[in-house]
C-alpha cells in the first residue's frame, strides 16, 4: 500500500470479540442522508438559512442556522461544526457542517482602508444523518452497531462537503448541492449503492476522483481538506488536559452532564473531538456490558450547542425530575461543547464545567466549586506520558500541569517522608505502585501511530475493568452481611487505582458502586499502622 493511502482518514473502531481488542477501520458503507442545507451570516441580518432539503416536511431543522454557525466561529478562516438535532423517540440526527469565511482575508488585504461588509461572506455547509436507519445493506454490518460509530457518522461526509463547498463558492448554484443530496438521499428503490463512500458523479464537480482527492493533490492545497479520524488527535487532547484528563474521565464514567467551554476563535472540530474521544475512554468494556446492562450505554455526545439548545436541556431534565422512579430521578448524561459562556451558569443543567482558554490555561468546575486533579492522577498521568505518549516535559510545562493538581494531604506526606526516611528511599508506600495492576500496562517501544492510540484506549478500558472487579469482588464478599453498612479501607482505593487520601475518590467510587450495583459502601480513613 502505497504512503498516501497510509495517510488517509480511517474511522474510528471495531471491537472483535475473539480477540477482545480494537481496531480502527473504515466503514464500508455510509449512512444515507436525512437533510442538507446551507446556511450564512449575514451583517445585517445575522444567522439566516439560504437553503434546505430534506426527506420529509416533518424533518425539521430547528434552530439549524444557530447549530452550524455558533457563537464566535467568525474568528476562524474555516472550522468543522458537529451538532445532533433532537427525534421524538428520543435519539438524535448527527451532523457537520463546513464553515469558512473570506473576513479574515479582506482585514489583512485592507488594513489601510477598512473592509466594505457587503463583500464579507461567511457560510455553512451541512448534512443531517440518522445512523437509526436500518437498511439491508447496512444489516451485515457491524460498524454501525456500536454507538460511538453513530456518534460520527456524519463525518464519512466531510470530503465531499469540502469538494461541494469549493463548487458552491464558484458558481453560487443550489443545483450542485440539489443534485449531491438526490444521489445520497436514503432511496429504499436504489438499495445499497447509495450508501458506497464514493458518490455517484464526484468527478464531475471537481475534474478529478473522490480518490485522488482523498489522497491530496500533487500540490497538497486544498483549502477545506478536513483531518484525520479524531482518535488520533488522543495523544495531543490528553497532553491538552494533562492529569486532569482523568477528573473528567471519572465523570465521564459516572455519566455525569459535562460542558465544555471553549473562548471564540478556539477550533471547533478540535473541541468536539475531544467530547467524542472522553466518550469513548468512557465505554464499559464489551465483556462487561452484560453484567452492567443497565449502565452500559456510552455517555451521549451532543458536540456543539447554544443559547438556542437551552429549551431541549431544560425538558430533558425536567422530565427526568417529575418522572416517578423509587430510586430517584435519573437525569441525562451527555458531554457538549459551546462557545456560548453563558451557558456554565446554569449549574441545573450541568454536573461539572470545563473552561479551555488559550491565556488560562483548564480549569474544570463541579456546580460552582473548582475541582482539581488527585496528586495519584498526577503520578498515573506521568506515568501515561512515558509509556503511552512516549512524553517529557520540561519545567515549564510540569508547573502548568502542577496548577491543576491537588497539594499532598498531610497524611501521605507523613507517610511517604517515614518510608523514605525508614527505607533510605529504596520503597515507597504500596499506593503509589498501581501500574501493575493493569493488564498490558508495560512500555511498549517503537509503537506507531494507531498502536499509540489503541493502547491508550485499552489503558483506560482496562482501569474501567479492575474498578468492575475489585467492586464485584467485596459485595459478593461471603462474609459481607448485606443487612449491614458494606465499610472497606482507605487502601481499598489504591487496589482499584484511585487516590486513597483523596475525598474526591471517596466519593468517586461510593456513586459508582451504587450506579453499577445499588450498593452503598462506606470508607474508612486510613489508619496509619497499616503502612509502618
Not at 482575508?105 to 463583500?119: A, F, N, P, T, W
Not at 458518490?199 to 464537480?205: A, K, R
Not at 455519566?255 to 468512557?282: D, K, M, P, W
Request: glycine share 4%; charged share 20%; aromatic share 12%.
Amino acid at each position: 500500500m502505497s504512503a498516501k493511502k497510509h495517510e488517509m482518514p480511517l474511522s474510528p473502531m471495531v471491537y472483535h470479540p475473539r480477540s477482545g481488542n480494537f481496531q480502527l477501520g473504515s466503514a464500508s458503507h455510509r449512512v444515507p442522508l436525512t437533510a442538507m442545507c446551507l446556511t450564512k451570516f449575514d451583517v445585517k441580518k445575522g444567522n439566516t438559512v439560504l437553503w434546505t432539503t430534506s426527506l420529509a416536511p416533518e424533518h425539521k431543522l430547528h434552530n439549524i442556522e444557530f447549530k452550524t454557525l455558533p457563537a464566535g466561529i467568525h474568528e476562524s478562516e474555516q472550522d468543522w461544526v458537529n451538532f445532533v438535532l433532537p427525534k421524538e423517540d428520543g435519539e438524535f440526527y448527527y451532523g457537520v457542517a463546513l464553515f469558512t469565511q473570506n473576513g479574515l482575508r479582506l482585514v489583512e488585504e485592507e488594513q489601510s482602508h477598512g473592509v466594505d461588509r457587503s463583500k464579507v461572506e461567511m457560510y455553512s455547509l451541512a448534512v443531517i444523518t440518522d445512523p437509526q436507519y436500518r437498511l439491508d445493506a447496512m444489516a451485515e454490518s457491524k460498524y454501525y452497531r456500536w454507538k460511538p460509530n453513530m456518534f460520527i457518522c456524519a463525518n464519512e461526509y466531510k470530503e465531499d462537503l469540502a469538494q461541494l463547498m469549493e463548487q458552491w463558492l464558484k458558481s453560487k448554484s443550489f443545483d450542485v448541492l440539489e443534485h449531491y443530496f438526490s444521489y445520497n438521499k436514503y432511496q429504499p428503490d436504489l438499495g445499497s449503492p447509495l450508501l458506497m463512500r464514493k458518490w455517484p458523479g464526484s468527478s464531475t464537480l471537481t475534474g478529478g476522483s473522490y480518490e485522488e482527492y482523498a489522497q491530496g493533490s500533487k500540490d497538497d492545497t486544498e483549502t477545506f481538506k478536513p483531518s484525520k479520524s479524531w482518535l488520533y488527535l488522543l495523544p495531543e487532547i490528553i497532553e491538552q488536559l494533562g492529569p486532569s484528563v482523568f477528573t473528567l474521565w471519572k465523570a465521564c464514567l459516572l455519566r455525569q452532564r459535562i460542558l465544555v467551554v471553549v473562548e471564540h476563535g478556539q477550533s471547533f472540530e478540535r473541541t468536539n473531538a475531544l467530547t467524542y474521544c472522553l466518550s469513548v475512554l468512557s465505554l464499559i468494556p464489551l465483556q462487561l456490558e452484560r453484567r452492567l446492562a443497565h449502565a452500559n450505554m456510552p455517555l451521549q455526545t451532543l458536540y456543539t450547542i447554544g443559547i438556542a439548545d437551552l429549551d431541549h436541556l431544560t425538558d430533558l431534565v425536567s422530565d427526568a425530575l417529575h418522572k416517578s422512579d423509587p430510586d430517584g430521578p435519573h437525569l441525562p448524561s451527555f458531554i457538549a461543547c459551546t462557545s456560548d459562556e453563558i451557558l456554565a451558569e446554569r449549574g441545573e443543567l450541568f454536573d461539572m464545567v470545563v473552561k479551555l482558554s488559550n491565556y488560562h490555561g483548564l480549569k474544570v468546575y463541579t456546580h460552582g466549586n473548582g475541582v482539581r486533579a488527585t496528586p495519584h492522577e498526577w503520578e498515573s498521568f506521568q506515568y501515561l506520558s512515558a509509556n503511552f505518549l512516549y512524553r517529557e516535559y520540561n519545567e515549564a510545562e510540569m508547573n502548568d500541569y502542577l496548577k491543576n493538581v491537588e497539594p499532598l494531604s498531610w497524611s501521605q506526606y507523613i507517610i511517604d517522608a517515614l518510608y523514605w526516611w525508614s527505607t533510605a528511599g529504596y520503597l515507597q508506600p504500596p499506593y503509589h505502585n498501581t501500574s501493575n495492576l493493569l493488564a498490558n500496562s508495560d512500555r511498549v517501544d517503537e509503537k506507531n501511530e494507531v498502536e499509540i492510540v489503541l493502547s491508550i484506549v485499552e489503558y483506560f478500558h482496562s482501569r474501567i475493568t479492575l474498578l468492575y472487579e475489585k467492586l464485584h469482588e467485596i459485595i459478593t464478599d461471603p462474609d459481607w452481611d448485606s443487612s449491614e453498612p458494606l465499610t472497606v479501607p482507605s487502601l481499598f482505593l489504591a487496589e482499584c487505582g484511585l487516590d486513597c487520601f483523596s475525598f474526591q475518590d471517596h466519593e468517586f467510587l461510593k456513586n459508582l458502586c451504587a450506579q453499577w450495583f445499588n450498593v452503598h459502601i462506606e470508607i474508612r480513613v486510613a489508619d496509619f499502622n497499616v503502612f509502618c
